[in-house]
């Protein structure tokens, strides 16, 4: 079975740093996806893992383990505007994609 | 990357009728994808359509309650037939992408049944 799990809501100050972990067990895998989704709007790409390490773009970052089934996205210098939910994936082949349930973050004054 | 255009992006419907969501994409693709996302709940692959050929659906769906047509390798749509409440959702046209965008979104559909 697919299994992937991670934090239902977070909250954080505008300026500061995030981390959203992502934890998985799923029957593939062939890479790890971060989905950003403001609310009613459709889940927009932010970065894609393969590989082990840390891949950064910009104030946004996303690390995986595979050995350890798990990732995490981390933002910096939070600004309001990602107020939204992250939604990590696990692409287990054929444009098969996994998804957890997302993590809601908010983020405060 | 494509440019999705779904519609309608909203609706509210009465029990036991039918509605069918559209998915125009603005070149063609092989593969299209179909996803429902429940309140609170993760994305879920509802089926794969491709264009020449019968839609392949997942675990807990069937084509009875969701046919999908693929006349064209730009445009699908998906029926949700004889709606309940538990159908209130939304739901998501996707297209492959390349290289590591492996899938494009449409804007998706807010279903509410009542």
């Known amino acids: 079975g697919q299994n992937i799990d991670q934090p239902t809501e977070m909250t954080a100050t505008e300026g500061a740093i995030v981390q959203i972990n992502c934890t998985y067990q799923t029957s593939g895998f062939n890479g790890l996806f971060w989905y950003q989704q403001h609310a009613g709007e459709a889940p927009t790409f932010l970065s894609y893992?393969?590989?082990?390490g840390l891949e950064e773009k910009g104030r946004f970052s996303s690390f995986l383990s595979r050995s350890k089934g798990y990732s995490y996205l981390l933002l910096k210098e939070l600004q309001m505007k990602d107020s939204a939910s992250y939604l990590c994936a696990v692409f287990t082949g054929s444009y098969q994609l996994t998804f957890g349930k997302g993590t809601k973050l908010s983020v405060i004054p | 990357s494509a440019v999705i255009s779904q519609k309608p992006s909203r609706d509210i419907c009465q029990r036991g009728t039918s509605l069918t969501i559209q998915c125009q994409v603005d070149s063609q693709v092989t593969m299209m994808f179909w996803y429902r996302q429940q309140p609170g709940q993760s994305l879920t692959l509802i089926a794969t359509a491709n264009q020449g050929s019968e839609a392949t659906y997942e675990s807990g769906f069937v084509i009875d309650k969701f046919p999908i047509s693929r006349p064209n390798l730009t445009f699908s749509t998906l029926t949700v037939s004889n709606m309940s409440p538990e159908d209130s959702s939304i739901y998501l046209c996707?297209?492959?992408?390349?290289?590591?965008?492996?899938?494009?979104f449409g804007s998706g559909t807010q279903l509410s049944v009542l």
């Open positions: 996707s297209v492959e992408g390349s290289g590591q965008e492996k899938l494009f």
């Open positions: 893992n393969v590989l082990d």
